[in-house]
């Protein structure tokens, strides 16, 4: 419906804004659902302060099992090391040993096992002949196997180490005087060609063993009792114990670990009773949610007042703002959008017809809110112009809303209006200077390009043009043959070829702001415009490319082969000047940070120190002749393709080295 259809706006009523009220059945049905909520929170509290009982028990008893295992672990292996390289130390002594035939002596090692005396009680060597002749045994075996249970022990230990050869073990054993403690025998086998030769036989205490390997730090916590018949029943200290066995060839040692004190883990307990204080707060914050619901209930009571306080800090902003009803009629403007159109919102509110703000060329006003209010792309805001009271016209930014109740019910809609005349004014003046200046760059880019055609023609045409004088002085002087002349003129093509070529080079840099730029393999394009550069004679060209078509860049193929012809072209004219034979140019590849780089170097002189300031300026020519434009040249490609070229003394060829730098893609 048209806003202004007096019909309308007397058949239906206008929206007032004192009047909307907030849904209180839709808000009663909200407060006894987070009366629910509140209740099921409860009951999920107290069912986590069970599981979180049930998972801390869990989590010790797995925690206890696990460090139980670890330790078990750890002296297993640490003690099988010691053993280890007691075993490899008393196999060096019966190499020893059998050097020095029947000899018993302190054993010639430093080791860990002999640095401290008393750890390794007895140690001999024993001859293959007096292995199984007991009554040959060494005194400290004999005095072992004076008891019958010792004896067998030996005995098996000796069989066990021969047959299988390698080293056995035997015990734990009781000492031979009746001494508490518990003794652990080695045996270390010698073979030679296969044949046995004897064995060394050591004795240890398993006490003095543990009191020297097992670390202080260990022992802190833990204590450690040998498992026999001797070993009590109950832990010694009262706290939990368990046996780590430790698995030697020949030989089962025992050995019980009894934590000293409580080991419980801590972390668990810690995080136990963090959850304990994060549930008390939960509790809280329950609390304090009933009590916001209580306040909520009270609240929706006082809200007409809000509803009038939001209106009158509307009215305050700067924004044009506007409100409709459903059928189209104007219900609400606030100061700040009378302002921008040069009316009061009192008389854009009474105006019959089509609002005076809004230009009649634009369609219809409350048409275009509607369709921007449910369009997505129209979120962003669209531009749109009002027309002001003294007939000037505005720019601005126009976005719209749906005006819906509590109960979702839409009974009307709101826009915003930013004028952004200024803005519009700036970026139209910014658009006329961006204009001037492509101007005044094309112009520049004109002048190069003339430069350019004079300065990369001066050779082709001087060229042809000396051919062309010799050819007709020759002809004149009638001192030329048929076949002298088909040499000449097929010269002279190559030059006219040549010439057209720097024609098209020159075409497309002068239509450099509409290059197009493609991916280009470096490798074979390198490859191609450096070997078809023409170089004088004795000028080598050493082409140092990696293999395949290596680095890909985005350019422009006929602008940068200008710019890299004209590269190679100077370092062949400059490299024969300094007199150094071979005369070279080399053209390589380098990469750099997210850029790779193709250097031309020369064995020429090289670049003066106080020219590197101004080799790359225009009509800033070196050379006899020179016009000054071609380094300018190849600088103003290389920038058109984001990249730079620098230039500096070559390591190798002690010439000129000029790098063209270009982004990879």
């Not at 006894?32 to 009982?53: H, P």
């Not at 459903?326 to 609400?332: M, S």
């Amino acid at each position: 419906m048209l806003a202004g259809n007096p019909t309308a706006m007397a058949t239906e009523p206008t929206l007032d804004f004192q009047t909307l009220d907030l849904d209180t059945r839709q808000a009663s049905a909200l407060t006894r659902r987070a009366v629910t909520w509140l209740g099921a929170l409860l009951l999920l509290v107290a069912a986590s302060t069970v599981a979180m009982v049930l998972f801390l028990r869990s989590e010790e008893t797995r925690e206890e099992d696990r460090r139980r295992t670890a330790d078990a672990e750890w002296l297993d292996q640490t003690l099988l090391f010691h053993f280890r390289r007691l075993e490899g130390d008393l196999g060096v002594m019966a190499l020893q040993a059998r050097q020095r035939v029947g000899a018993v002596g302190t054993a010639p090692l430093t080791g860990p096992w002999w640095r401290e005396a008393g750890l390794v009680a007895a140690h001999g060597w024993l001859p293959a002949e007096q292995v199984e002749a007991s009554d040959q045994w060494p005194t400290f075996l004999k005095e072992a196997a004076r008891q019958p249970h010792n004896a067998a022990a030996l005995a098996t230990m000796l069989d066990t180490t021969r047959g299988l050869q390698r080293p056995a073990y035997a015990g734990p054993l009781a000492p031979a005087d009746g001494s508490p403690g518990r003794q652990l025998w080695l045996a270390v086998p010698l073979f030679e060609q296969g044949r046995f030769v004897g064995a060394t036989v050591a004795m240890v205490s398993v006490d003095v063993l543990l009191s020297a390997f097992i670390p202080a730090w260990f022992l802190q916590d833990h204590r450690l009792v040998l498992d026999d018949e001797t070993t009590p029943q109950a832990p010694v200290g009262g706290g939990a114990r368990f046996l780590a066995p430790i698995n030697l060839p020949g030989a089962q040692l025992g050995l019980w670990v009894e934590a000293l004190g409580n080991q419980a883990p801590l972390a668990p307990r810690a995080f136990f009773l963090v959850a304990l204080v994060c549930l008390a707060g939960m509790l809280l914050t329950l609390v304090a949610l009933w009590r916001d619901i209580l306040r909520r209930q009270r609240a929706e009571t006082r809200l007409q007042t809000q509803l009038a306080l939001r209106t009158a800090m509307e009215r305050s902003v700067a924004l044009g703002l506007r409100a409709w009803d459903q059928a189209g009629h104007l219900i609400y403007a606030n100061p700040a959008f009378g302002r921008l159109v040069g009316w009061t919102p009192q008389e854009l509110i009474a105006h019959n017809g089509a609002p005076p703000y809004w230009p009649a060329d634009q369609g219809e006003e409350f048409g275009q809110i509607r369709s921007q209010a449910g369009d997505v792309a129209a979120q962003a805001g669209t531009e749109l112009q009002l027309q002001h009271r003294d007939g000037h016209r505005l720019d601005v930014l126009v976005h719209s809303a749906p005006l819906a109740l509590a109960s979702g019910e839409v009974v009307g809609w709101v826009g915003s209006a930013l004028d952004i005349t200024e803005r519009r004014r700036v970026e139209r003046l910014a658009a006329r200077q961006q204009e001037l200046l492509e101007a005044s760059g094309r112009l520049v880019a004109m002048g190069e390009v003339a430069s350019t055609l004079a300065h990369e023609l001066n050779q082709p045409l001087g060229a042809l043009s000396s051919f062309a004088t010799g050819l007709l002085n020759r002809v004149r002087e009638q001192r030329i043959t048929f076949d002298e002349i088909v040499p000449v003129v097929e010269r002279m093509e190559r030059m006219a070829e040549k010439a057209g070529r720097v024609i098209q080079r020159i075409n497309a840099f002068a239509r450099r702001q509409d290059m197009t730029r493609q991916p280009l393999a470096l490798r074979p394009f390198v490859a191609r415009v450096a070997a078809g550069a023409p170089l004088p004679d004795g000028v080598t060209l050493d082409l140092q490319l990696p293999p395949g078509d290596g680095p890909t860049v985005p350019a422009d193929a006929l602008l940068l082969e200008n710019a890299l012809h004209n590269l190679v072209l100077n370092a062949g004219e400059w490299a024969p000047r300094s007199g150094r034979t071979p005369a070279r140019v080399r053209v390589d590849l380098v990469s750099g940070d997210g850029q790779v780089g193709v250097r031309v170097a020369d064995s020429g002189p090289g670049v003066p120190p106080e020219q590197l300031g101004t080799i790359f300026d225009a009509f800033a020519s070196h050379k006899p002749g020179g016009m000054g434009m071609g380094l300018a040249i190849c600088r103003s490609i290389v920038e058109a393709h984001h990249g730079r070229i620098e230039v500096e003394r070559s390591a190798e060829l002690q010439g000129a080295e000029f790098t063209l730098w270009l982004p990879l893609i």
